[in-house]
Nanobody, 123 residues
Framework: VQLQASGGGLVQPGGSLRLSCAASGFTLDYYAIGWFRQAPGKEREGVSCISSSDGSTYYADSVKGRFTISRDNAKNTVYLQMNSLKPEDTAVYYC?????????????????WGQGTLVTVSS
């Protein structure tokens, strides 16, 4: 059972990145998927999540209107499209899967975690 986060990199302010969270060993269909981030010296923050069933989503106020979460069950992958990136978006981004299936930013509700992918927004 593994989650693989990818797609991070260096981007200029105002740029875009798309993060991917691919699962192996289990099917993402029945899991809520969350994206979290942790910047140096800061606590981990729940950025966005999507439910397993009805597609309900959550976005932190800091990313609302700029980030979009989506899932492709056929590819067993969840995406985080990040637009209009700001320097304050710089962090390691983690994806996680929750059997509960509902939208939540409580890290304790997540059962599996990916290894993280670094996003750096800088000119």
């Amino acid at each position: 059972v593994q989650l693989q986060a990818s797609g991070g990199g260096l981007v200029q302010p105002g740029g875009s990145l798309r993060l991917s969270c691919a699962a192996s060993g289990f099917t993402l269909d029945y899991y809520a998927i969350g994206w979290f981030r942790q910047a140096p010296g800061k606590e981990r923050e729940g950025v966005s999540c999507i439910s397993s069933s009805d597609g309900s989503t959550y976005y932190a106020d800091s990313v609302k209107g700029r980030f979009t979460i989506s899932r492709d069950n056929a590819k067993n992958t969840v995406y985080l499209q990040m637009n209009s990136l700001k320097p304050e978006d710089t962090a390691v981004y983690y994806c996680a899967a929750s059997r509960g299936g509902v939208v939540t930013t409580r890290a304790s509700r997540y059962d599996y975690w990916g290894q993280g992918t670094l996003v750096t927004v800088s000119s």
